[in-house]
C-alpha cells in the first residue's frame, strides 16, 4: 500500500509525513519547452523538534552533515531517479537551515518513467508533438498494482504534501492540462489530488505546453 501513496503524492495526491526534524520543503521542476527538466528542492526553516538539547544538537548536526557531504535524504531520493547530475548547496549554515538540492533530467517523460518504475506501478510516460504543441502523457493503472508489495527505494525521500509541488515552464505557455491546474500566467501547473488517493483508478494525466 505504501508504493501506491507515494507514487500518487508526486503526481496526484497528498501525503504528509511526520519526523524529528521540522522543514518547509518545496519542490520546483523548472521544465525546458524541448522537455528537459531542472527538479529544485529547497529546505527550508530546517530545525529539530526535540525536547533534550543534546538530542537536538545531535539531529540537526547529522542533518547539516549529510547535506554539506552531498548526502542528503532529497540528493539520495533525486539521484535514484538517474539524472545526469545532482547538486547540493547549503544557503544557510547556522540553525534553522536552508538547503536547496538541484537535479538535471534530459527528457520530463524519462523522469517520469523512472518515478513509475521506483514505486512498481503498472504505466508508462511519453511525450507527443502536434505543431508547435508538446504533450507530456503520463498513465497510471493502480488496479494492477501489487498492495503487498513493500518495495523500499529512496524516491520517497521526495514525498511531501502536493501543495508542495509546482511545474515551472522556462519559456512559453501550458495551454491545457489533465490532473494538473495551470495559474494565470499560462507558466505554472501544480498537481491535482485524485479521488481516493487514486487507489484502484485508472489515471490518466496530461500537460500541454507551447513553445
Avoid at 515551472?168 to 495551454?175: H, R, S
Avoid at 494565470?184 to 489530488?193: D, H, L, V, W
Amino acid at each position: 500500500m505504501r508504493k501506491i501513496f507515494a507514487l500518487t503524492a508526486l503526481f496526484a495526491a497528498t501525503l504528509a509525513l511526520g519526523a524529528c526534524l521540522r522543514k518547509e520543503t518545496t519542490h520546483t521542476l523548472y521544465l525546458s519547452p524541448d522537455g528537459a527538466v531542472v527538479w529544485w528542492t529547497l529546505e527550508d526553516n530546517v530545525h529539530s523538534d526535540a525536547t533534550g538539547v543534546d538530542e537536538r544538537a545531535a539531529e540537526e548536526s547529522a542533518y547539516f552533515a549529510r547535506a554539506a557531504a552531498g548526502s542528503g535524504d532529497i540528493a539520495g531520493g533525486l539521484a535514484a531517479l538517474e539524472p545526469t547530475r545532482v547538486q547540493t548547496r547549503v544557503l544557510r549554515h547556522e540553525r534553522p537551515f536552508t538547503v536547496l538540492t538541484e537535479a538535471w533530467f534530459p527528457r520530463a517523460e524519462s523522469l517520469a518513467n523512472a518515478i513509475i518504475a521506483a514505486f512498481r506501478i503498472p504505466g508508462d510516460a511519453y511525450l507527443t508533438h502536434e505543431e508547435a504543441a508538446v504533450t507530456l502523457h503520463i498513465h497510471l493503472d493502480f488496479r494492477g498494482a501489487d498492495e503487498d508489495d513493500d518495495n523500499a527505494t529512496p524516491v520517497v525521500n521526495l514525498i511531501d504534501p502536493l501543495s508542495t509541488y509546482r511545474i515551472v515552464l522556462t519559456d512559453g505557455q501550458f495551454v491545457a492540462a489533465s490532473g494538473f491546474a495551470i495559474d494565470e500566467s499560462g507558466t505554472i501547473a501544480r498537481p491535482i489530488p485524485a479521488r481516493d488517493d487514486g487507489v484502484g483508478q485508472v489515471l490518466d494525466l496530461s500537460l500541454t505546453w507551447m513553445r
